[in-house]
């Protein structure tokens, strides 16, 4: 008798938390009890109102956190940062062979141009980063279907490779803006910190504006010519190489990371 296949993966697209979910994000996934902790696993059994930030990024999460910090020995304070807001996610979900239900084993994520970073390349390029599969269900070519998915969605919508990805409207969720005067040790300019509420709350509006407003111009001038960048352990090399991630386009090292460049056709 033939052996039985494993099914092919569930991959769906998820799209990026909104910015202000963050910090709560990475307050979430440094918690010693997580995954346990994570309202994707509770609301499973509730109303996703349960929650402020939409269930449907939790299982990435959950994948990073037992590849990335618990296998890899990553650092939890920096697994989640700003780039998961600017970028798109996808997940693979697979059927566990007994239990026969979808569960969360892959995922990889496509960061689109920063124009303020420019360490790897003055052309714009994507990313894709954190590409990681749950130990069960490596060997099944999920991470290649996953940076597949990726790299056609960039050729697919090019327009959107030099801007961050559009986050959903989860303004509903939130119950408006946070109100703090310092942002990342930066202090909100033209604000003192004992100034009423509503005055900070407007210089946080008025700032983010105009930063908003600043890299949509650049995001404009700029355009991505199919230029594709994956990072990852130095160990992977090989795996990219398949995927035509060629040395001509050059190799570096940094951090313990490889950078690997690849270009497709827009």
Known sequence: MAPSHPPPPNIQAIPPPHPAHIPELQNIICDPTFPKSSPYHSTRRRPAECHPIPF??????????AVCIKEQHCSS????????ARSMHWVAF???DKKRKEVPAATVRLVPWNPEEHAHS?????????LATLSPFRGRSYARLLVDAAVEY??????????????PDYQHHMG??????YSKGRKVEGVSPTAPIEE??????TQREEARVKKEKEAKEAKWNGLVLARGPKAVVPWFQKLGFDAEEGWEEEDGYVNAWKRVDV
């Open 176 to 181: 408006g803006l946070p109100t703090v005067v």
């Open 154 to 167: 960039a050729q697919q919508h090019p327009e959107q490779c030099t801007k961050p990805f559009p986050a």
């Open 200 to 205: 900070i709350e407007a210089a946080i509006k």
């Open 77 to 84: 304070t920096a697994e989640v940062d700003d780039d998961d």
């Open 56 to 65: 449907q990024f939790f299982p990435t999460l959950d994948v990073r956190h």
């Open 94 to 96: 697979a059927q566990e």
């Open 122 to 130: 003055e052309e714009p390029y994507v990313k894709i980063e954190r």
